[in-house]
Each structure stands twice: as C-alpha cells, then as structure tokens.
C-alpha cells in the first residue's frame, strides 16, 4: 500500500470519527507532528556542534590547554545527552503517531 493509499484510508477513517474523537486525534497528531520536525531541525545543528566539540578535545595539534581540552569534552559530553535526548523524543513521537492511527483504526471498526 502505497502512502498516498495509506493517507486516503487515513482521512477517510478520520472523516467518520465524531468531532470529539476527531478533535483529539488532530491534537494527538498536530502535537507528535511538531516534537518530530523540531526534534529533526534541532539534530541537524546540535550534531556539527558534537563533532566539533570531538575534534577540540581530541587536540590532534596539541595547541590548546588542558583547560581549553577540559570544556570542549564537557561541551562533547553535553551536546551528546542532549542528541539522545533528542532522539527520545522522536522515538516517542513516532510511537505516539503508531498510537494515534491504532485508536482512530478502533473507532473507525466501532462506528461501522
């Protein structure tokens, strides 16, 4: 099934819903929807921001101090919790999203 097939079936799964089932599933959607694409956007610089941090503290030239080494590895240590952090949320995102199509999939089976 294509996902053009699969949005079909979606929206018109969505369509017999009862406004206060399709209400909450919008929310449900508009919301994992959001923590996805801000997840993303927030990856893209938070990664070149790690692997700098990486190349700082692994001083391959020798010309910074221990000092200098010392906040670049806390700056590496850092920004990776935060990217998996970050890649928790998509995570629960996605499983939120999963959720949200199995409920409408179970109203749908009920209202007919």
Do not use: C, W, Y
Request: without cysteine.
């Amino acid at each position: 099934m294509s996902n053009n097939q699969i949005g079909d079936s979606q929206h018109a799964v969505d369509q017999k819903l009862d406004p206060q089932a399709q209400a909450a599933l919008l929310e449900s959607k508009a919301g994992a929807s959001i923590v996805a694409n801000v997840s993303r956007d927030f990856r893209t610089p938070l990664n070149t921001i790690i692997i700098l941090a990486k190349l700082l503290k692994e001083n391959a030239e020798s010309n910074l101090t221990s000092k200098q080494v010392e906040f670049a590895t806390v700056i590496h240590d850092a920004g990776s919790e935060v990217l998996q952090l970050v890649n928790e949320l998509l995570a629960l995102a996605d499983e939120e999203e999963k959720k949200s199509i199995a409920r409408s999939s179970e109203m749908e089976s009920t209202t007919n």
